[in-house]
Antibody, heavy 118, light 103 residues
Framework: EVQLVQSGAEMKKPGESLTISCQGS????????IGWVRQVPGEGLEWMAI????????TYSPSFQGQVTISADNSISTAYLQWSSLKASDTAMYYC???????????WGQGTLVTVSS | EIVLTQSPATLSLSPGERATLSCRAS??????LAWYQQKPGQTPRLLIY???NRAPGIPARFSGSGSGTDFTLTISSLEPEDFAVYYC?????FGGGTKLEIK
């Protein structure tokens, strides 16, 4: 059974750094793209970035380029999303998801709530 | 960058009625057009991929159609569990969503 398990909720202050994780199981981690999707409370879905663990290839949405870093550690089948300096506007639920059927996300993690507040 | 515009923003219908949701792209897209359903407090669920293919386990009352810049998600006869928010997606873009609410 394919599973994506994300790290727990985080509460941070503006300016702090943060890395959240997404561990895949039940499939060959290096063979599928994994992406991150943001959802601000009460708002819609935003496609952020995607990585192919097999060769480390990445694509960022222009809206998030330079704001976050996506990476993966194949030895532990885990993808990461990293911020170097959080802002209050980064407060959101973050989902990881596996790309299937060529483009869309079929398998989703449970979400990681990030709250940034002074 | 392609912009996806969904309409209407809110659709009020009754169980048993037919729902038609629209997604318009700012420029022509390939076959990569998907639809998701999201209920409050839940993760999104993929319904349709490649414009018209149902994802595994999705009931036949959900169907997708369209080409070029105009795409439609149709729910033939609404069940109580279908009231949710629906998003279209192409590559790195999601539409703003349509909230399907009970009339």
């Amino acid at each position: 059974e394919v599973q994506l398990v994300q790290s727990g909720a985080e509460m941070k202050k503006p300016g702090e750094s943060l890395t959240i994780s997404c561990q895949g199981s039940g499939y060959t981690f290096t063979s599928y793209w994994i992406g991150w999707v943001r959802q601000v409370p009460g708002e819609g879905l935003e496609w952020m970035a995607i990585i192919y663990p097999g060769d480390g290839d990445t694509t960022y949405s222009p809206s998030f380029q330079g704001q976050v870093t996506i990476s993966a550690d194949n030895s532990i089948s885990t993808a990461y999303l990293q911020w170097s300096s959080l802002k209050a506007s980064d407060t959101a639920m973050y989902y990881c998801a596996r790309r299937d059927f060529g483009d869309p996300f079929y398998y989703w993690g449970q979400g990681t709530l990030v709250t940034v507040s002074s | 960058e392609i912009v996806l515009t969904q309409s209407p923003a809110t659709l009020s219908l009754s169980p048993g009625e037919r729902a038609t949701l629209s997604c318009r792209a700012s420029q022509s897209v390939s076959t990569y057009l998907a639809w998701y359903q999201q209920k409050p407090g839940q993760t999104p669920r993929l319904l349709i991929y490649d414009i018209s293919n149902r994802a595994p386990g999705i009931p036949a009352r959900f169907s997708g159609s369209g080409s070029g810049t105009d795409f439609t998600l149709t729910i033939s006869s609404l069940e109580p569990e279908d009231f949710a928010v629906y998003y279209c997606q192409h590559r790195s873009n999601f539409g703003g969503g349509t909230k399907l609410e009970i009339k």
